[in-house]
């Protein structure tokens, strides 16, 4: 029962998010690399950063490079020392990874000396010292994504020390560009890009809903739901009894109709998250768990 409250509560946490991923964090899928020791960390507005798309070089003291990105946003910049055993080629395919499932677009990459020399990246682009490395042991690559740009890098030093190291440049108009994209598409695209869906005024209870709901179900025999009941009540109570009676009777109908009792889990949730509700007196969330 405990679990099951800490879940809810952090559940009900991340609905109030803004569909705008905030402009001084990392997007919000992104994970650190496991037992990694956060060093560095900074966020501030860049007029003119330079995104190098290409082997740099440099040429009377200052950088060359032969394709880059000039952009200009929001800047968030961390860096990592990997704990010991873990090498800068695992650091980097840990990001890169997550970078293609989010369908980012890999603009260049490089490693070992083609990417040129360490120290120019640590000093010139990077601006951070530690990140002064062994030539033959460094990883770079650019990508955009539907809010910005990335960069990583990742390097072993001559101390045998391992550092990962990430810029993320946030643009407003590119992530309220995609916000508008999603926006016009149908819920079925939006939950596939996304992950999740918000569906006002979808009541409980009705046989569309239902097939609606089970049709998605069985497109994919692994796909897990996580289904989240919103309910406005007039009592100025907060609606949790109702919502969640009626999250155990969509369960129910699930389960009658054949879904396996594993593949969806229910939460009611009232009327605590109000940013999903809107002007609608219900709502119903879906989650991608697992597919």
């Given amino acids: 029962m405990y679990d099951r409250s800490i879940r809810f509560y952090a559940l009900v946490a991340l609905l109030f998010v803004s569909p705008l991923q905030a402009a001084n964090q990392l997007p919000d899928w992104f994970e650190p690399y496991p037992l990694a020791t956060l060093e560095n960390q900074t966020s501030r507005q860049v007029p003119d950063y330079q995104l190098p798309l290409s082997q740099i070089t440099r040429i009377q003291g200052?950088?060359?490079?032969?394709?880059?990105?000039?952009?200009?946003?929001?800047?968030?910049?961390?860096?990592?020392?990997?704990?010991?055993?873990?090498?800068?080629?695992?650091?980097?395919?840990?990001?890169?990874d997550q970078l293609l499932r989010q369908n980012a677009d890999i603009l260049y990459e490089c490693s070992s000396r083609q990417c040129g020399a360490s120290n120019l990246w640590a000093n010139q682009v990077f601006g951070y010292a530690n990140l002064l490395g062994v030539d033959s042991a460094q990883y770079y690559l650019a990508a955009e994504i539907p809010t910005g740009h990335v960069a990583v890098y990742a390097v072993r030093r001559g101390n045998g020390r391992v550092y990962l190291h990430v810029?993320?440049?946030?643009?407003?108009?590119?992530?309220?560009?995609a916000v508008a994209g999603v926006s016009e598409m149908t819920w079925q695209q939006r939950f596939a890009a996304q992950g999740y869906v918000d569906l006002r005024d979808w009541r409980i209870g009705q046989p569309d809903v239902l097939d609606q709901l089970l049709q998605?179900?069985?497109?994919?025999?692994?796909?897990?739901?996580?289904?989240?009941?919103?309910?406005?009540?007039?009592?100025?109570?907060?609606?949790?009894t109702e919502s969640n009676a009626q999250a155990q009777q969509l369960e129910a109908e699930l389960i009658d109709a054949g879904i396996a009792a594993e593949r969806i889990s229910v939460y009611g949730v009232g009327s605590l998250a109000p940013s999903v509700l809107g002007e609608a007196d219900t709502a119903l969330t879906l989650i991608r768990l697992l597919e």
Avoid: C, K
């Avoid at 998605?216 to 949790?240: A, F, K, Y």
């Fill in 216 to 240: 998605l179900l069985n497109e994919s025999s692994t796909l897990q739901l996580r289904l989240v009941v919103h309910q406005r009540v007039t009592s100025g109570d907060t609606g949790l």
């Fill in 167 to 177: 810029d993320y440049i946030h643009s407003e108009s590119m992530a309220a560009a």
């Fill in 62 to 96: 200052l950088l060359r490079t032969q394709s880059e990105r000039r952009l200009s946003g929001q800047l968030v910049r961390r860096t990592w020392q990997l704990s010991s055993g873990n090498t800068p080629e695992q650091g980097f395919e840990h990001v890169r």
